[in-house]
């Protein structure tokens, strides 16, 4: 079974969204109301000293396990760290997927997220980043369900 | 049990501190130019593969000894290494990394953005290896302190 890892700068926004698509936590024939969002686990909740961290959201139905992590600006680094180190102890790098999904994010994202998790301003930040996610939402949606076949096709 | 000197690029402190670690440089005295140059990773590594773990060798202990870039993000890449490892069921702990950016000096600095970004490499060089020799008693106690720690864990 594989492991997928939606990857974005905080881990906290559009990969777990990403995560929580792919899970179906999340509605795929229409746009997930404020609350939906709000309300899924981790969502603007990680801060500064989770960044790094794998975080296990679910087992989608085919078995694979999803994750979300904030890499800022690391992805590369973290992906050839983790692939490298993973197989030093005889396991399959080929079966982990990191899929990026820092494309998706807009600017309305980018500026809600940075007042609600950097300077700590959630009431300010969050409404901003929920109106983001909500017009970047088709987007994500369609970058999860292209990898989602990927891993279905050769999962294990 | 898998130790990981760990440095911004993979390419100079952390080669080094491998090499005393495994007697591929000397402990007792500051080694020659030469004899960093002929280290099978000095000063070679590309930016592109920085992040991927290379292995140096396996102590008389039976520890495998590895050099792994991280940038200045060792934090994260740190916590992204403990987290995938205790996924697949292993303990973190069986991997030891240590950091030796902070051994670097200004010197060392200058020189391997040189040589390794600019790809100055006759400029670069010389001066990474100035900015080590003058630093290289730092080097020992380190790895002295790291070969202790694995003395205590194993």
Known sequence: MAKIIYHCYGGTHSSIVAAAIHLNLLPEDRIP???????????????????????????????????????????????????GVIKLFGF???????????????????????????FGLSSVGRPILIYGIKRAYYNILKLVKTNRFLSETSGD | MKVFYHCYGSAHSSVVAASIHLGLLPSDRIPTAEEFVKLPLYDKTDSYKIGYPFYIGTDNKGIDVFVIGMLNQEKIVVNALNSILTEYGLDPKLCLMVETLKLVNITTRVGGFLSRRLKLVSVGRPLTIYGIQKNYKKFIYLVEKVKAKLDNIL
């Open chain 1, 33 to 83: 109301t404020g609350d939906e969002l709000l309300n899924l686990p981790f969502f603007d909740k990680l801060n500064k000293e989770d960044h790094g961290k794998i975080i296990y959201m679910g087992t989608d139905d085919f078995g694979n396990r999803v994750y979300s992590l904030g890499r800022r600006n690391a992805g590369n680094i973290i992906i050839r760290a983790v692939k």
């Open chain 1, 92 to 118: 399959d790098s080929k079966s982990i997927y990191f899929i990026d999904t820092m494309p998706t994010v807009n600017f309305y994202m980018c500026i809600g997220g940075i007042l609600s998790r950097k």
